[in-house]
């Protein structure tokens, strides 16, 4: 071929308004590429080059910028020409059956590549620059003499179709599975454990890694295990979400859930097959108190509301806390059920406030409205997050199971836990590993970091220990008229229960009771549930008026009835006690005596006897912390009203004050001494965390009222 006969046929295509060229097999050698016919060869998008005796390409070549599709193969390259790189239109490349045995230039540079060949090349290895083209779909590998798959595979998120038959490939790598956009795959006349003839008429990825699953001589066997845990307000539709979930199922007359039930959806993602233990909790206050016990950083959470409700701000927020304060960064789903019926919104910005990247669905149960949506984003939760994936191996399976077939003894001691994990080979970090992976997995439940009294027993049955705390609430309040019952009790509240129950288990049920906040010891061996209490028909203004008392008014926009029953339990366990009801409690500090009282509306008021103002501020700051950690919260705002009809920020006069001010006169012109207000050693104090926000709606506002004569 001379330059005349080439310059010839590229006028032709040229006038024919082709935009693609077919130039193989003309014997064409880098000379005949000259300057002349690489102006001609800008017109095409399409250039074939293949079957010729090409040893390298011209350095003008790179200004063929409007090639898309370069068909090199079959010459005699030695190296990948760099000219190449400067194509950055390039979607396809085949430069196969060359003498090519590595590349070492950037191929980021080729970002539009979308197809790759490369077979009969001796490269011995992938090439890593290949794995930075990040939209390529196809990659031709036939016949390189590669041994291996590497683990950067995986890079290759839109890889379609993989040639690499004709190689000395043994193994398939897991990140090779992972790849789900991969569509069909050769690996024929390969040293793989698979059967020829499946390898050499079949191309289906699915088909091919589910054979080599089947011949592989895995040395660990895996298990995967993960967490879902699904919260919210009883009768929400939290286990009509569950049956949905794993068995597409929904039931009209579905019974309330009434402790926890737990049940497992097995899911496969790429290679792995996981066993997602969802955990059902029911939505009943009294439960409250013990979910945050059971709930484990290493879950999803799925919050469910009623779409059908109004106000669920308050209790979405606290789940929103509960969760925030165990998981570092929580994957949370928020679920708004039975929009068929209605449908209500909320303010996402505001919970997006609490926790970054909450997703939302709306969805019915009944109509099956959104389910797979929810499925695929559970999936793509998994996939890119590796952490949420518990891997117990063969050994550490053997350990589990063991385990489970020991559910029958409901608990087990710590020194037996340990004894079973040490008859097998494990170190230190593996047996570490392994009962993190069993806590957040569910399948014990340990609270010896919680509470000294627990530190000696490991859960096996957690809805053996739930169904006990129903049977004991139920009793009591069947039983009792003012919440209590003692220990001796425990023999006619358990007596329908085929396990004998031990004087060692009824001290430890009534130890985790206590540690959960869900009771709580007052006299000898007599026991409270905060729930079943009688209401005290106290009348504010009996106190609030009178002259012996500091009146304070915790004023958010409503206290939960369950977070006041965690409070009256903390109460106990730290200050001294002297009476308790449903929505009071009367209590001794620093030789203070103390009233919280819970109205009606959601409101909590504090009255502080009268002593000296040093102390009763210091007793406040003790209680504010105390509140601080019930609601989840690093500041609380601070107010007192003045004369009881005027707020004024706490911080706010002592700003006053450390300008030199002594004087606030208030919106009546009533003239208030801030020495008077607010004791001269507070006063003096350096700040503390306490800070004014009145547009929070997240932060506890505390008011604080005085008397005034």
Same mark, same amino acid.
């Given at each position: 071929?001379?330059?005349?006969?080439?310059?010839?046929?590229?006028?032709?295509?040229?006038?024919?308004?082709?935009?693609?060229?077919?130039?193989?097999?003309?014997?064409?050698?880098?000379?005949?590429?000259?300057?002349?016919?690489?102006?001609?060869?800008?017109?095409?998008?399409?250039?074939?080059?293949?079957?010729?005796?090409?040893?390298?390409?011209?350095?003008?070549?790179?200004?063929?910028?409007?090639?898309?599709?370069?068909?090199?193969?079959?010459?005699?390259?030695?190296?990948?020409?760099?000219?190449?790189?400067?194509?950055?239109?390039?979607?396809?490349?085949?430069?196969?059956?060359?003498?090519?045995?590595?590349?070492?230039?950037?191929?980021?540079?080729? $970002?539009?590549?979308?197809?790759?060949?490369?077979?009969?090349?001796?490269?011995?290895?992938?090439?890593?620059?290949?794995?930075?083209?990040?939209?390529?779909?196809?990659?031709?590998?036939?016949?390189?003499?590669?041994?291996?798959?590497?683990?950067?595979?995986?890079?290759?998120?839109?890889?379609?179709?993989?040639?690499?038959?004709?190689?000395?490939?043994?193994?398939?790598?897991?990140?090779?599975?992972?790849?789900?956009?991969?569509?069909?795959?050769?690996?024929?006349?390969?040293?793989?454990?698979?059967?020829?003839?499946?390898?050499?008429?079949?191309?289906?990825?699915?088909?091919?890694?589910?054979?080599?699953?089947?011949?592989?001589?895995?040395?660990?066997?895996?298990?995967?295990?993960?967490?879902?845990?699904?919260?919210?307000?009883?009768?929400?539709?939290?286990?009509?979400?569950?049956?949905?979930?794993?068995?597409?199922?929904?039931?009209?007359?579905?019974?309330?859930?009434?402790?926890?039930?737990?049940?497992?959806?097995?899911?496969?993602?790429?290679?792995?097959?996981?066993?997602?233990?969802?955990?059902?909790?029911?939505?009943?206050?009294?439960?409250?108190?013990?979910?945050?016990?059971?709930?484990?950083?290493?879950?999803?959470?799925?919050?469910?509301?009623?779409?059908?409700?109004?106000?669920?701000?308050?209790?979405?927020?606290?789940?929103?806390?509960?969760?925030?304060?165990?998981?570092? !960064?929580?994957?949370?789903?928020?679920?708004? !059920?039975?929009?068929?019926?209605?449908?209500?919104?909320?303010?996402?910005?505001?919970?997006?406030?609490?926790?970054?990247?909450?997703?939302?669905?709306?969805?019915?149960?009944?109509?099956?409205?959104?389910?797979?949506?929810?499925?695929?984003?559970?999936?793509?939760?998994?996939?890119?997050?590796?952490?949420?994936?518990?891997?117990?191996?063969?050994?550490?399976?053997?350990?589990?199971?063991?385990?489970?077939?020991?559910?029958?003894?409901?608990?087990?001691?710590?020194?037996?836990?340990?004894?079973?994990?040490?008859?097998?080979?494990?170190?230190?970090?593996?047996?570490?590993?392994?009962?993190? !992976?069993?806590?957040?997995?569910?399948?014990?439940?340990?609270?010896?970091?919680?509470?000294?009294?627990?530190?000696?027993?490991?859960?096996?049955?957690?809805?053996?220990?739930?169904?006990?705390?129903?049977?004991?609430?139920?009793?009591?309040?069947?039983?009792?008229?003012?919440?209590?019952?003692?220990?001796?009790?425990?023999?006619?509240?358990?007596?329908?229960?085929?396990?004998?129950?031990?004087?060692?288990?009824?001290?430890?049920?009534?130890?985790?009771?206590?540690?959960?906040?869900?009771?709580?010891?007052?006299?000898?061996?007599?026991?409270?549930?905060?729930?079943?209490?009688?209401?005290?028909?106290?009348?504010?203004?009996?106190?609030?008026?009178?002259?012996?008392?500091?009146?304070?008014?915790?004023?958010?926009?409503?206290?939960?009835?369950?977070?006041?029953?965690?409070?009256?339990?903390?109460?106990?366990?730290?200050?001294?006690? $002297?009476?308790?009801?449903?929505?009071?409690?009367?209590?001794?500090?620093?030789?203070?005596?103390?009233?919280?009282?819970?109205?009606?509306?959601?409101?909590?008021?504090?009255?502080?006897?009268?002593?000296?103002?040093? $102390?009763?501020?210091?007793?406040?700051?003790?209680?504010?912390?105390?509140?601080?950690?019930?609601?989840?919260?690093?500041?609380?705002?601070?107010?007192?009203?003045?004369?009881?009809?005027?707020?004024?920020?706490?911080?706010?006069?002592?700003?006053?004050?450390?300008?030199?001010?002594?004087?606030?006169?208030?919106?009546?012109?009533?003239?208030?001494?801030?020495?008077?207000?607010?004791?001269?050693?507070?006063?003096?104090?350096?700040?503390?965390?306490?800070?004014?926000?009145?547009?929070?709606?997240?932060?506890?506002?505390?008011?604080?009222?005085?008397?005034?004569?």
């Amino acid at each position: 071929m001379n330059k005349i006969d080439l310059l010839k046929i590229i006028k032709e295509a040229k006038n024919n308004n082709f935009k693609n060229i077919d130039l193989s097999i003309k014997g064409i050698k880098e000379h005949l590429l000259d300057d002349d016919i690489l102006e001609e060869l800008k017109f095409f998008e399409d250039i074939n080059l293949s079957r010729n005796m090409l040893k390298k390409l011209p350095l003008n070549f790179k200004h063929l910028i409007q090639v898309k599709k370069l068909n090199i193969s079959s010459n005699y390259f030695l190296e990948f020409p760099h000219e190449v790189m400067h194509l950055h239109n390039l979607e396809f490349l085949d430069i196969g059956t060359n003498n090519i045995s590595e590349i070492n230039l950037d191929l980021t540079k080729l $970002k539009k590549l979308k197809s790759f060949f490369l077979k009969d090349n001796p490269l011995n290895n992938i090439p890593n620059m290949i794995f930075n083209l990040s939209n390529l779909e196809e990659l031709g590998l036939v016949n390189t003499k590669i041994t291996f798959i590497p683990e950067k595979i995986k890079n290759l998120k839109k890889l379609k179709s993989l040639w690499v038959g004709k190689n000395k490939i043994k193994k398939i790598p897991k990140e090779l599975i992972k790849l789900k956009s991969l569509r069909n795959i050769t690996l024929d006349e390969n040293p793989l454990p698979i059967e020829k003839n499946i390898l050499e008429f079949n191309q289906n990825p699915e088909y091919i890694f589910d054979e080599y699953q089947k011949y592989e001589n895995y040395k660990i066997e895996q298990s995967y295990e993960s967490k879902i845990t699904i919260i919210g307000e009883s009768n929400a539709g939290k286990t009509s979400l569950l049956n949905r979930l794993i068995y597409n199922k929904f039931y009209e007359n579905e019974s309330k859930t009434e402790n926890i039930n737990i049940d497992n959806w097995i899911i496969h993602l790429n290679e792995k097959i996981i066993n997602l233990n969802i955990w059902d909790f029911g939505g009943q206050d009294i439960l409250y108190s013990l979910h945050k016990f059971f709930l484990t950083e290493k879950s999803i959470y799925i919050i469910v509301w009623d779409s059908r409700s109004e106000n669920q701000s308050r209790k979405i927020e606290y789940w929103l806390n509960t969760i925030k304060s165990i998981c570092k !960064n929580p994957k949370v789903l928020i679920i708004a !059920n039975k929009i068929d019926e209605h449908n209500c919104s909320i303010n996402r910005v505001f919970f997006d406030s609490f926790i970054p990247n909450i997703k939302y669905f709306n969805i019915s149960c009944k109509k099956n409205w959104n389910i797979d949506e929810i499925k695929k984003y559970i999936k793509e939760i998994l996939e890119n997050n590796a952490d949420l994936l518990l891997k117990f191996d063969n050994t550490t399976l053997e350990i589990k199971k063991y385990l489970t077939n020991l559910r029958r003894k409901k608990y087990i001691t710590l020194k037996e836990y340990q004894s079973i994990v040490n008859k097998y080979n494990l170190d230190n970090n593996e047996k570490e590993e392994l009962f993190k !992976n069993l806590l957040n997995s569910g399948e014990i439940l340990y609270y010896g970091d919680y509470d000294y009294r627990l530190k000696d027993k490991l859960i096996l049955d957690v809805n053996w220990f739930t169904e006990n705390l129903y049977m004991a609430i139920n009793w009591v309040a069947k039983n009792r008229t003012n919440g209590s019952f003692n220990i001796n009790d425990l023999e006619q509240i358990f007596a329908e229960k085929e396990f004998a129950y031990t004087h060692d288990f009824k001290l430890f049920f009534l130890d985790s009771l206590i540690n959960f906040n869900i009771l709580f010891e007052f006299g000898r061996n007599t026991f409270y549930f905060p729930n079943l209490l009688e209401y005290h028909n106290i009348k504010i203004k009996e106190i609030y008026t009178q002259d012996n008392y500091h009146s304070f008014k915790v004023a958010i926009k409503k206290i939960q009835q369950y977070i006041f029953y965690d409070l009256l339990v903390q109460i106990k366990k730290k200050y001294t006690i $002297k009476e308790f009801y449903r929505n009071l409690i009367t209590f001794n500090c620093n030789e203070v005596d103390i009233i919280i009282h819970n109205d009606n509306n959601g409101g909590m008021y504090i009255y502080i006897q009268k002593k000296e103002e040093k $102390k009763i501020f210091d007793i406040l700051e003790l209680l504010l912390s105390d509140l601080k950690a019930l609601f989840n919260v690093s500041e609380l705002d601070i107010s007192i009203f003045l004369n009881n009809h005027e707020l004024v920020s706490i911080k706010y006069l002592k700003k006053l004050s450390e300008f030199g001010k002594d004087d606030y006169i208030t919106q009546k012109g009533e003239l208030y001494k801030i020495s008077d207000i607010l004791p001269h050693e507070n006063n003096q104090k350096k700040e503390t965390n306490i800070v004014l926000n009145f547009e929070n709606i997240n932060d506890v506002l505390v008011n604080s009222t005085k008397n005034q004569k």
